[in-house]
């Protein structure tokens, strides 16, 4: 009898379930390595273009060669020894080497593994939702980009646009097959998610004098709306804000942190979207429900 991978997978939830631990574990690695490198990487564009533009020479020259996913192969950032195949075994190698360099001892951050056991996690739960299907391979993509656009905004600040318009388009593609939403709500709810945040942030900018958010921002609301549908983002919006300005006011109260001071607001959007895409329809339904109930 043969069987198709798709096949085994709703047979045996046990293997199902397995191959989503490992996939998650995997695509983990490698979002640290997308987490560590894409700043690198823009740091390195911005240098280059700004020497160019300002027709200077260049005589601090940051990075000897080119930085991409690939090259260089993964280092300690101390040593820069090369890290061995075996050493780069998601969470495994991390309890093996007692989270040190092998060669110079440095301590290799928590960060690492945590990444990849939430990765894991995230698609495991989306396994047990969506089962062996389309919809589970795009929302695993969705999923990924979601987790280093966070980690890469509390890190630097910045939402790249390297990923933000990569996951735009191809959310808009991904709704030609109707997999989340139809395609005319894609493109609504890319646009008006833009737009409506575009327009907060500019007549808040105009009263208060002060930064509201940055652009990216607007990015991932548009890209939330091209995977979802714009009728996932007032429950986004309201959910991501809540979440801001419960955290917000902790840190004033337990850290003493600023009411001024700056704080991403995408690791808040993105966990919202994120919600909105497992379980967005069921809290519509469930709204819409309590709503005719009150009335
Ligand atoms: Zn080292």
């Not at 911005?46 to 690939?70: A, M, S």
């Amino acid at each position: 009898m043969d069987l198709s991978v798709k096949e085994i997978f709703e047979i045996s939830p046990v293997i199902f379930t397995s191959a989503c631990i490992v996939v998650g574990l995997v695509i983990g690695s490698f979002l640290n390595v997308v987490i560590y490198r894409v700043p690198l990487f823009l740091d390195n564009l911005y240098h280059t273009e700004c020497i160019n533009f300002l027709k200077i020479e260049d005589t601090n020259i940051k990075f000897e060669e080119p930085i991409n996913l690939i090259r260089p192969r993964s280092h300690c950032p101390k040593c820069k020894i090369k890290i061995k195949w075996y050493h780069n075994i998601p969470v495994l190698s991390y309890l093996w080497l007692k989270a040190k360099c092998n060669s110079c001892k440095n301590k290799i951050s928590i960060q690492y593994p945590l990444i990849e056991i939430s990765t894991a996690c995230f698609f495991t739960i989306q396994g047990l939702y969506f089962g062996p299907s389309f919809e589970l391979f795009a929302s695993c993509i969705l999923t990924s980009a979601l987790i280093a656009l966070s980690m890469i905004d509390i890190e630097h600040k910045i939402l790249p646009d390297q990923i933000t318009l990569t996951i735009l388009w191809l959310g808009l593609n991904i709704n030609v097959f109707q997999t989340f939403t139809t395609v005319e709500e894609a493109i609504l709810g890319a646009t008006l998610g833009y737009t409506s945040l575009w327009m907060f942030a500019s007549i808040y900018e105009k009263i208060t004098g002060k930064f509201a958010m940055g652009h990216g921002d607007f990015k991932l609301l548009a890209c939330a709306g091209a995977w979802l549908g714009w009728q996932q983002l007032l429950f986004i919006v309201l959910l991501s804000s809540l979440v801001a300005s419960i955290i917000g006011l902790t840190l004033i109260l337990v850290k003493n942190n600023n009411r001024n001071s700056e704080l991403p607001f995408g690791p808040y959007l993105s966990i919202a979207i994120w919600l909105s895409l497992i379980w967005g329809d069921d809290i519509m339904i469930a709204y819409y429900a309590w709503i005719n109930l009150g009335w």
